[in-house]
């Protein structure tokens, strides 16, 4: 069953044209995935004025991906997405005397399996807005996020043959959580912000979209749009929290203190019980009161390790490989406690 609004053509929409995005790029975009894994599209928009419903179209390579589901964390009465043919429809709408969103949103999460190897391709066709009037504007952006679907031996990064995380990058990479860039590497020396991190974390966890709700932090619209869905279901979660200033601060490189945090808080721990106890690590009194029984139990897990010299280094920076080698850690440890 289609999604029906009574539409009422207009010039409404005309006079600050919205901006769409997939996977947050308004670019196309082309990334690796294994056979087998889990596909994410983000479709997103800037510039909505009073956003009421939605419908979106898209199109995809039958043959090489299989639809699983769309998810949005707006409000609201969603229609379950219509997919046929590599044709995929998907509408949502408010409900009620309200009025419509305004601003940058993500309007849904879709997921694909890679089911072939070659190149495929997700197209974002066209794009339907409905204001709270019933005032309709219609849209093609013909946005494209291209994946090359490899078998699983088939991925590898340009920069990581002698790097100490090899093994543990290729095995993220290959679950299909992280990915590298275009040029084909992963940076594993990089610093990961906040909003990378979560998001890694979150697509690990496989978190649902369906779970989160709208974030409310004052600076909601600095998150970029790849991690705004992330942010908001691992904030659900009770995964990641804001500062109290209310912000999220999104692009702040996340610390080794932070990072061990939100691990803990994915397993769960004694706060008060760890509080107690003595860290080795040279630099155990540099750590931060909120953080320390949360590394004392990561610690006595075996989740996190100190650097060089026996320092833990609390307030150091993140790398991109640190967080995919503990992120590891976690699922294992999960594992195992099942």
Excluded: C
């Excluded at 702040?252 to 004694?270: K, N, P, Q, W």
């Amino acid at each position: 069953m289609m999604l029906m609004f009574t539409l009422i053509p207009s010039m409404a929409f005309a006079a600050e044209k919205p901006v769409f995005s997939i996977n947050g790029s308004v670019k196309d975009t082309k990334v690796k995935f294994k056979v087998g894994s889990i596909v994410e599209i983000r479709v997103g928009g800037e510039d909505l004025k009073d956003m009421y419903g939605f419908e979106l179209r898209l199109s995809y390579d039958a043959n090489k991906l299989q639809f699983q589901k769309t998810t949005t964390t707006l409000g609201g009465f969603s229609i379950p997405s219509i997919a046929r043919d590599g044709e995929l429809t998907f509408a949502n709408t408010k409900i009620g005397n309200v009025k419509g969103e305004n601003g940058a949103l993500q309007l849904a999460t879709l997921q694909f399996k890679a089911t072939a190897k070659g190149e495929a391709a997700i197209q974002l066709t066209r794009v339907k807005l409905v204001d709270s009037k019933a005032v309709s504007a219609t849209f093609e952006p013909k946005l494209s996020f291209i994946t090359s679907i490899v078998s699983e031996n088939e991925i590898s990064f340009n920069d990581i043959k002698n790097h100490w995380a090899n093994a543990e990058i290729m095995k993220a990479a290959e679950a299909g959580w992280i990915n590298g860039y275009q040029d084909g590497s992963f940076r594993p020396q990089d610093k990961v912000t906040r909003a990378q991190l979560t998001t890694m974390l979150s697509r690990a966890l496989l978190l649902s979209a369906s779970e989160g709700k709208p974030t409310t932090f004052k600076d909601a619209e600095q998150i970029p749009s790849y991690a705004r869905a992330h942010v908001s279901q691992a904030v659900t979660a009770g995964i990641v929290k804001g500062f109290e200033d209310h912000t999220f601060r999104p692009q702040r490189f996340i610390t080794r203190s932070e990072i061990a945090v939100m691990v803990m808080r994915v397993i769960g721990y004694d706060e008060k019980n760890s509080a107690g106890k003595q860290l080795a690590f040279g630099d155990a009194e540099q750590i931060q009161d909120w953080a320390y029984p949360a590394i004392v139990s990561a610690t006595e897990l075996g989740l996190v390790q100190g650097r060089g010299n026996n320092r833990f280094v609390p307030h150091g920076v993140a790398t991109r490989a640190e967080a995919v080698v503990l992120i590891l850690r976690l699922l294992d440890n999960m594992t195992i406690e099942k």
